[in-house]
């Protein structure tokens, strides 16, 4: 099993965190790996670093595997 202890994840989750600069107001998303990381993000329209993090909504994962589907959820036959 991996870390995440989710068994569809194939790799732990990496951490995604939205931007947006100061200085065009372009909004992007980049992969955060090690805080140091933090320090080298630039804006990819106009390359500022006078970028500042934003609260996004968290990804969720829903639970009795209905998968967005509109019939029942589950694995049961006729479920």
Same mark, same amino acid.
């Given at each position: ?11 732990? =989750? ?24 933090? =320090? ?18 968290? =990804? =969720? ?19």
């Amino acid at each position: 099993m991996n870390p995440s202890g989710l068994p569809w994840l194939k790799s732990p =989750a990496m951490p995604i965190y939205e931007y947006a600069c100061q200085d065009c107001g372009k909004r992007f998303e980049e992969l955060i790996v090690r805080k140091s990381d933090e =320090a080298e993000v630039v804006c990819p329209a106009c390359k500022s670093k006078q970028v500042g993090r934003q609260m996004s909504a968290p =990804a =969720a994962f829903g639970s009795g595997g209905g998968g967005g589907h509109a019939h029942g959820g589950g694995c049961a036959p006729g479920g």
